[in-house]
C-alpha cells in the first residue's frame, strides 16, 4: 500500500515530494550483523514491530570472542548458537617476548550472525532478505521500494560510512583467508609481528588455518602475494598453501559519526569502528545496541527535549570514549614492538590518536556525576570510579556501585552487604576494601 510520506517524528508534519511507504512496524534495522541482530531482538522482545534487513552473506570468515562478550552472550540467554570453538590455547609473540597466558573462543562469525537474526526472528523481527541504502531516515531497497518508520536503526558496519572519516593518517587493511600447512598444526591461536604489520592466525584441530594479516593498505604488491609472504615469515619451517584467494577488511579506525537524528541510529561499527587490534569490536557492536536501545526506550518513556539532549550526549560521550580508549590501547601495543618501530606500518601508528593515557589513573574511588541506565532509561546519575573501572562505573550488577561505595567507605561489614545483596557482592566488597585501605594510608 503506497501512503503518502508522514514524518517519522510524532506529531510533525512535513510537506515533502517523495512517495514513501510508512513501514507498518515500528522499527526498521538496516543490517543484521551483531549490532543490528541484537537491536533487532532488543526491540521485537519489548514488542516493538520490527523488520531487519540483511543480504544474509556468508564470508566464511574466523573471529575471536572476548571473554566479556562471550559472558554477555551467556547471561543474556541468547548464547552462540555453537558458533565458537575453545577456548584454544593462545600464543603471542609481540615486542621480543612469548605469552601463552590466555585461552581463546574462535568465532564462526557466519554461524554467529545467523544464530543473532534467528534470535531476533524468535522474538518476533521479521527477517527481509536484501541490501538498502540509507537517506534521510528512509530505508531503499535495492530489490525495490522505499520505507520508513517511526525509528530506524544504521547497522550497516563499516559499509555505513560512504566517506571513511578515519582520523588516523595511515590506512590499515586486514588480509584474510584459509590456508593448509605441510605439517599440519596443533589446534590453537597465535599473534604475531612481522614488519609490515601483525598477523592473527586460528589452527583448527581439521588442520586448516585461517589467517588475518593487518598491514598497511598501500602496496605495489596483491592480496594473495602479501598474505603467502606475511606466512612465510611467521611460519619459516611449514610448507603453507592458501586453500583460497584471500579477501580484503577495511581495518582503519572509524571516528564515532555525529548524531544528528535520534530515530534514526547508526549503531556498532556504523557508529565508530575499532582497530581489530583492540580485539573488543564486537563487544562494542552488541554494547552500542544496548545503548541505543535504552535512549530509544528514554524518548518514548519521557519525551522532550531534555531527553533528546541527555540521550544524544550518553551516546556521543560513550563513542567517543570507547573509540579513544581502544585506539589508546592499540597504540600502546605498536608501541610494545620494539623491534620493527622504525618500519612505516609501526612508526605510522604509533602516535596515534594522541599521547594520552589509554585509561585515567584514579589513585583511589570517587563519585562523579556521570550518565548511565537505571530501569532501562538513560538517566543522568552519580557513577564511581576506581583503580579498576577509572571509567566510572554506575552499576554492580543490580547493585548501584556508588551507593555502595559509601556503605563501604562509612564502614558496612562484609556480612551486612552479603545480607543485603547476596553472595555476589563479596568479591567486589573485597575489592572496593582494598582501596578503602588505600584512601585510609
Ligand atoms: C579484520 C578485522 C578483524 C576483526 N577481528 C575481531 C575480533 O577478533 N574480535 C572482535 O571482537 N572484533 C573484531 N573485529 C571487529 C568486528 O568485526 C566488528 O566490530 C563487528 O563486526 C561490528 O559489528 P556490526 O554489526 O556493527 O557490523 P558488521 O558485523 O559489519 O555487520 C554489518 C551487517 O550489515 C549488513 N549490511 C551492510 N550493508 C548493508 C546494506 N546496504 N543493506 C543491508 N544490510 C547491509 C552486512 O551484510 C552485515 O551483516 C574485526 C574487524 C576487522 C576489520
Not at 600464543?91 to 573462543?105: C, F, I, L, P
Not at 564486537?282 to 527535549?305: K, N, Y
Amino acid at each position: 500500500m503506497t501512503v503518502p510520506f508522514v514524518a517519522r517524528l510524532a506529531g510533525l508534519v512535513k510537506q515533502k515530494t517523495r512517495v514513501t511507504m510508512v513501514d507498518p512496524c515500528d522499527m526498521i534495522v538496516l543490517g543484521g550483523g551483531p549490532a543490528g541482530a541484537v537491536s533487532a531482538w532488543l526491540a521485537a522482545r519489548e514488542g516493538l514491530r520490527v523488520r531487519l534487513i540483511d543480504p544474509c552473506r556468508e564470508s566464511g570468515r574466523l573471529e575471536g570472542l572476548s571473554p566479556r562478550l562471550h559472558h554477555w552472550l551467556q547471561q543474556s540467554g541468547l548464547g552462540t548458537g555453537g558458533s565458537t570453538l575453545g577456548p584454544l590455547p593462545r600464543r603471542v609473540d609481540w615486542g621480543g617476548e612469548t605469552s601463552r597466558a590466555n585461552g581463546e573462543y574462535i568465532l564462526d562469525r557466519d554461524r554467529l550472525d545467523a544464530h543473532l537474526r534467528g534470535a531476533a526472528q524468535a522474538e518476533g523481527a521479521e527477517l527481509v532478505q536484501g541490501t538498502g541504502h540509507l537517506h534521510d531516515g528512509r530505508v531503499t531497497l535495492a530489490e525495490g521500494g522505499e520505507w520508513t518508520a517511526r525509528w530506524v536503526i544504521d547497522a550497516r558496519g563499516r559499509r555505513s560510512h560512504r566517506a571513511a572519516r578515519h582520523g588516523a593518517e595511515f590506512s590499515s587493511l586486514s588480509i584474510c583467508g584459509w590456508y593448509r600447512t605441510a605439517p599440519a598444526r596443533i589446534a590453537g591461536c597465535a599473534v604475531s609481528t612481522l614488519p609490515e604489520g601483525w598477523i592473527w592466525r586460528a589452527d583448527l584441530a581439521d588442520g586448516r588455518g585461517w589467517a588475518q594479516f593487518t598491514c598497511d593498505a598501500r602496496s605495489p604488491l596483491g592480496l594473495e602475494e602479501r598474505l603467502m609472504a606475511a606466512l612465510q615469515y611467521v611460519l619459516p619451517e611449514a610448507e603453507v598453501t592458501l586453500l583460497a584467494p584471500p579477501m580484503a577488511r577495511q581495518a582503519t579506525p572509524v571516528l564515532p559519526t555525529e548524531i544528528a537524528d535520534l530515530t534514526c541510529l547508526p549503531v556498532g561499527d556504523a557508529l565508530a569502528a575499532m582497530d581489530p587490534l583492540s580485539g573488543h569490536g564486537l563487544f562494542w557492536a552488541v554494547s552500542s545496541a544496548l545503548a541505543a536501545a535504552a535512549a530509544r526506550r528514554t524518548l518514548t518513556a519521557r519525551p522532550g527535549a531534555t531527553s533528546e539532549t541527555l540521550c544524544r550526549r550518553y551516546l556521543q560521550e560513550r563513542a567517543a570514549a570507547t573509540y579513544l580508549r581502544n585506539a589508546r590501547i592499540g597504540r600502546d601495543f605498536i608501541r610494545l614492538e620494539a623491534h620493527h618501530a622504525a618500519q612505516p606500518f609501526w612508526a605510522a601508528r604509533a602516535a596515534f590518536p594522541d599521547e594520552r593515557l589509554a585509561h585515567e589513573v584514579v589513585s583511589a574511588p570517587e563519585i562523579r556525576p556521570g550518565l548511565g541506565v537505571r530501569g532501562g532509561l538513560v538517566e543522568e546519575m552519580e557513577m564511581l570510579h576506581t583503580p579498576d573501572h577509572p571509567e566510572g562505573v554506575g552499576w554492580f550488577g543490580s547493585v548501584p556501585a556508588a551507593a555502595l561505595w559509601r556503605r563501604i567507605a562509612e564502614g558496612a561489614s562484609r556480612e551486612a552487604l552479603l545480607a543485603e545483596h547476596g553472595p555476589g557482592i563479596g568479591r567486589i566488597y573485597d575489592g572496593l576494601c582494598a582501596h578503602r585501605a588505600g584512601v585510609a594510608a
